[in-house]
């Protein structure tokens, strides 16, 4: 079924790809536990079917892996995957910071594999960055091309390099932010409101790493070679992982 859409992964990426994707695509998104599909299920409003048996992927035509950036644990889904899909069928990735030719060979189908970058919150972000190990065959590209577009998204193919182009640029600004922050005393409503009145950004910047998860920001500027900041790594330390801990720069409700 060349209409039916997996997404394995349950978190702000994947749920965010699914409610997307429902528009156009039948959706079945895989959990890994029962907890996991009882919080995405809210989130989705039945708008996609959700499952813990990965064999519930098998009849999918193209599966999104939406899983955190950790090496072992991708090659541990796409292991399990290998049994289960068809052989033409193909296997896209959300990740920004890890190799894509390295997950294509863990993989086992590197012609059928890509890199399908989506940005958070997935509904309103219009940009996906793709991006191909060699091997990809034409199939493949035109597929997760025609993909970006049922979703109703702008593609731009980069190159297979840390961080692409977005993430490449954003994270030394935001990193640099939380700098100018040690070193001046300025806080942090202060210079995100400098930066969405002076700059027309839409979010600043310190809001903007709250937003994104603080331990995310550090794994992703440390697989692009970024100077991660120490007031970022004492945050992490204390617990203060931003809005989804309730407080990093900011305090939330």
């Given at each position: 079924?060349?209409d039916l859409l997996g997404i394995a992964g349950t978190g702000a990426v994947g749920s965010g790809l699914a409610r997307a994707a429902a528009g156009s695509h039948e959706v079945v998104v895989w959990a890994r536990s029962n907890g996991s599909a009882g919080r995405v299920r809210d989130r989705l409003e039945d708008r996609a079917r959700v499952v813990t048996d990965l064999d519930e992927l098998g009849a ?194």
């Open positions: 079924m060349a999918c035509g193209v599966v999104v892996e939406a899983i955190a950036e950790r090496p072992a644990a991708k090659r541990a889904l796409y292991g399990r995957l290998a049994s289960v899909l068809s052989d033409d069928a193909m296997i896209a990735t959300t990740t920004s910071s890890l190799s894509v030719a390295e997950l294509a060979a863990a993989s086992g189908r590197p012609d059928r594999f890509g890199a399908l970058h989506v940005f958070n919150p997935v509904e309103k972000m219009e940009l996906v960055e793709l991006s191909f190990p060699d091997a990809a065959s034409a199939r493949t590209r035109r597929r997760l091309r025609a993909l970006c577009e049922a979703l109703g998204k702008t593609a731009v193919e980069v190159p297979d390099s840390a961080g692409f182009v977005v993430n490449k640029l954003l994270f030394p600004y935001l990193f640099d932010a939380v700098r100018l922050l040690e070193r001046n005393g300025l806080d942090a409503g202060s210079i995100d409101t400098c930066m969405k009145l002076g700059a027309g950004h839409p979010m600043g910047p310190l809001a903007l790493l709250d937003f994104v998860g603080l331990d995310v920001a550090a794994a992703i500027g440390e697989s692009i070679g970024a100077d991660v900041p120490g007031r970022l790594r004492d945050l992490i330390a204390q617990g203060k992982l931003g809005r989804k801990a309730g407080e990093g720069f900011y305090r939330y409700g």
